[in-house]
Each structure stands twice: as C-alpha cells, then as structure tokens.
C-alpha cells in the first residue's frame, strides 16, 4: 500500500531558528510531491517536485526531492512567528490518478 | 476569480439527517475532489471526479456520494450523517494536464450530534 509519512509531528522553535521538515513515501509508480502549508484555514501551495536533485526555492523557504531514497525535505531559514502553520507533503503516484496522497502533516510553531 | 468556494462553512446535523456540502470552481478545472481533516489523520480522500459525469471513489468513500454533471459544481452528500462524519470537509480542483497543483476551497466544519 502506498504511503506518505513525514517527521517530525510537532516542532516547536524560536524565531530565527532554521528548521527541516521530512516527508518519506512508499510508491509503486512515483508522479510528483508537493509541499501545501496549512494555517486556520484550506492549504495553500507551496512547491511540486517532480525531479530530484532540483531545488524550488522561495524567499526563505526550499524544497529539494530524493527519487533514489524516495523522500523530500521542507527548509525554511530565519523562521518567522508567521511561519508557524500545519505543513502537508503529498504525493501523486501514477496507480492513484490524480489524486494526492497525503501525510499527517508536521505542526510548526514558531515561538518569539 | 472567485477560485474553490463551498458552502456552508459550518453546519450542525443530528444523527440520521442527510445534507449536501457544495463545491464550485470558476477555473474550468476538470478534476474535483473532496476531502475530510480530522485531527492527527491528515487529509483523506473520499471522493474525485475527473470531468462532468464521471466519478470514483478515494480512501474512504463509505457514507458519502457525489455526482458531476457540470464542470464547475462537484456537491458532496451524506445520506444519514452518523458522529465518526464530524470532520471538516475540503474540496479541490486542478488542470488534468500542465500544472496540476490543486487549489483548495476554505472548508466546511461538520459537526454530527
């Protein structure tokens, strides 16, 4: 069965830290993994990796995916107490269509 | 754009009462889904449609039907709401092709008494 699993569950830093948030998956026909951020409110997008190796960056936050060891890692540097939200990894695996799969999801708070 | 609304963003059933949460997308996307959030469970799918007339079923269907017969509305309808339905409930959309992130809707928070 595939699955997404992403580590660690809960994150509590101070403003300024830099923080990594992991996401592992068991795939049978890998598609793409997105990263989506979660405050009180739906998920937003924030990257879609489909080729490892390949960083997406944007301001302060950076993505980067390993097909060969079959994870992804979320950084995000000089953390802000605004960066502090539920962080969702989800993959697309080619029996699932086009339906994501997601993991439980990392909760970040990032205190001042 | 008005890009994924749903309505109601609250509701409060009894046990047995049926109702139908709506989903509308203004982005001509072909593929709709829904989702239910439950606390340290992630997001789960229930169901997707991939164009009007055409839908299937995601993790956890059991409780739940959908039809597509435009592209643009996607209603999720539970027959005889039971408390493990206590959730709240996201809707997505998304190209087929292309960029295909999903664009999420701002949820509707269920609770089944």
């Known amino acids: 069965e595939d699955k997404v699993v992403q580590s660690p569950l809960s994150l509590v830093v101070h403003e300024g830290d830099t923080v990594t948030l992991n996401c592992s998956y068991e795939v049978t026909n890998f598609r793409s993994l997105l990263w989506y951020k979660q405050e009180k409110k739906a998920p937003t997008f924030l990257f879609m990796l489909?080729?490892?190796?390949i960083e997406k960056k944007s301001g302060r936050l950076s993505s980067i995916l390993d097909k060969k060891e079959l994870f992804s890692i979320l950084n995000i540097t000089a953390t802000q107490t605004g960066d502090s939200a539920i962080y969702l990894c989800a993959v697309r695996f080619s029996n699932s269509g086009y339906a994501l799969n997601f993991g439980k999801g990392t909760s970040l708070l990032v205190t001042p | 754009n008005a890009g994924v609304t749903q309505t109601p963003k609250f509701q409060v059933l009894k046990t047995g009462q049926s109702m139908t949460l709506q989903c509308a997308q203004d982005m001509n996307h072909e593929y709709m889904s829904w989702y239910r959030q439950d606390p340290g469970m992630g997001l789960r799918l229930i169901h997707y449609s991939v164009g009007a007339g055409i839908t299937d079923q995601g993790e956890v269907p059991n409780g739940y039907n959908v039809s597509r017969s435009t592209t643009e509305d996607f209603p999720l309808r539970l027959l005889s709401a039971a408390p493990s339905q206590t959730s709240v409930y996201f809707c997505a959309s998304s190209y087929l092709t292309g960029v295909i992130e999903q664009y999420f809707g701002p949820g509707t928070r269920l609770t089944v008494t």
């Open positions: 489909t080729s490892s190796g």
